[in-house]
């Protein structure tokens, strides 16, 4: 499992704490249909997907996203995360873990 956590947050938005099980395929954004919601300004709708391999990797893809999904302060498309590894949507920072 990989747990993803709020690192930096736009006061008012509360603490965020996110997982993904193995197999299992989440988007994060701002729409009410995303499975990870964080309703924050300049979120997109649907701004990434976090895909967890059964085999334990994390994959993390941008969905065209308005203002970019950044890696460790480095916009990207698509990337394998990390242990250790930033995520940053909007002003929301997220730290990568796994649980």
Same mark, same amino acid.
């Given at each position: 499992?990989?747990?993803? %956590? !709020?690192?930096?947050?736009?006061?008012?938005?509360?603490? +965020?704490? +996110?997982?993904?099980?193995?197999? #299992?395929? %989440?988007?994060?954004? /701002?729409?009410?249909?995303?499975?990870?919601? =964080?309703?924050?300004?300049?979120? #997109? /709708?649907?701004?990434?997907? +976090?895909?967890? #391999?059964?085999?334990?990797?994390?994959?993390?893809?941008?969905?065209?996203?308005?203002?970019? !999904?950044?890696?460790?302060? %480095?916009?990207?498309? %698509?990337?394998?995360? !990390?242990?250790?590894?930033?995520? /940053?949507?909007?002003? =929301?920072?997220?730290?990568?873990?796994?649980?």
């Amino acid at each position: 499992m990989w747990i993803l %956590k !709020t690192l930096d947050a736009p006061e008012g938005t509360g603490p +965020f704490t +996110f997982r993904v099980m193995p197999g #299992s395929i %989440k988007t994060l954004g /701002r729409a009410a249909r995303a499975d990870f919601v =964080v309703d924050v300004p300049l979120v #997109s /709708r649907f701004q990434c997907r +976090f895909t967890a #391999s059964a085999e334990g990797g994390l994959l993390l893809e941008d969905l065209e996203s308005t203002n970019g !999904t950044l890696v460790n302060d %480095k916009r990207v498309e %698509k990337v394998a995360l !990390t242990q250790g590894d930033r995520v /940053r949507v909007g002003r =929301v920072e997220l730290g990568v873990e796994r649980g």
